[in-house]
């Protein structure tokens, strides 16, 4: 049954281009600019959104920037990853209104969940896996967008009964009752049917927050990403008030997370006071919110 249900869904194959972007080990160094400019050149789209990236205000110069191999240098290959990562999943989901407000909030959520990761992964003494870390938050939810791409106005209602899906036991419930699938369960087949590595796979299982089984499953990188799903979520509740004894459940995740990672009086202050601010210093985060107008 649940295989007919992925047929029903008929979710597309990844773009060739990301395939062999994502393959690319960036610290190779016998990848050059004009190899990455011959892979990107083919989809105009990403092209643009790179160019567009390029001359944002992060990145401003004199003169526009309208030549390809400029931006790509200018930028780096972890933001040129990143980003057409972003753009052709996007596109891989041609059923997304532009204009909906419930799209470009999943889809910022899960942003905001990748940088957390990311700089989570940094402050925790982790540098070297931070990318690993991005890419498993920005995917870990792509079942979400999957659905609302097929289902938008049954999926809305699932969101509503779970405080805009961060109740992730009643959306999994109302998931499975409208759907007959659940976020996690679709984003790991997603994730297979592209050929993502394994790690990533596991990540998107995760289906329950718990720190032991996260690291049976998925290891620290798996529980680094929920560990910032938890943060972002805590603190989209407190700014809305939309579930109290949800927010009070988070505060006590949050707290056995600070004691797994032995995370310093330092560190704790700035995931507390300090992490939202320092988005404003992620120029990729900055761009992300500018594509989607929020």
């Known amino acids: 049954m649940m295989e007919s249900i992925y047929d029903k869904l008929e979710i597309p194959s990844m773009p060739q281009v ?56 200018l930028l780096g290959f972890k933001s040129i990853k990143s980003l057409t990562l972003l753009v052709s999943v996007a596109k891989l989901l041609p059923n997304l209104s532009q204009n909906s407000a419930t799209q470009k909030s999943l889809w910022m ?32 939810h792509i079942g979400q967008l999957i659905l609302y791409s ?33 976020t996690f369960s679709l984003s790991e087949y997603a994730m297979g049917k592209w050929n993502f590595p394994e790690e990533f796979i596991k990540i998107t299982s995760i289906n329950q927050y718990s720190i032991a089984e996260t690291e049976k499953v998925a290891g620290l990188l798996g529980n680094i990403v929920c560990f910032a799903e938890i943060i972002t979520y805590h603190r989209k509740l407190k700014e809305t008030s939309l579930n109290k004894e949800l927010t009070t459940e988070f505060e006590g995740l949050i707290e056995e997370y600070f004691k797994w ?34």
């Not at 205000?57 to 390809?68: E, G, H, K, V």
């Not at 940088?115 to 931070?130: C, D, E, F, S």
């Open 150 to 182: 097929r289902f938008p106005s049954s999926y809305e209602t699932a969101l509503k009964q779970s405080s805009d899906g961060m109740d992730i036991k009643a959306l999994q419930k109302y998931e499975l009752h409208l759907f007959g699938v659940t």
């Open 18 to 73: 990301v395939t062999r972007i994502l393959e690319i080990n960036e610290n190779d160094i016998t990848i050059g600019i004009n190899q990455l400019e011959a892979l990107i050149s083919s989809d105009p789209n990403l092209v643009s959104k790179i160019l567009k990236l390029a001359n944002s205000p992060f990145y401003s110069r004199s003169n526009n920037i309208t030549d390809l191999g400029r931006a790509l240098s």
């Open 261 to 294: 990672f032995s995370v310093s009086v330092t560190d704790k202050n700035f995931i507390e006071n300090g992490l939202q601010e320092s988005f404003k210093n992620d120029e990729f985060y900055e761009f992300c919110e500018e594509l989607f107008a929020l």
């Open 109 to 140: 959520n899960s942003i905001i969940i990748a940088v957390t990761a990311k700089t989570l992964l940094i402050r925790l003494g982790h540098k070297n896996t931070q990318e690993k870390g991005f890419l498993g938050g920005l995917l870990r």
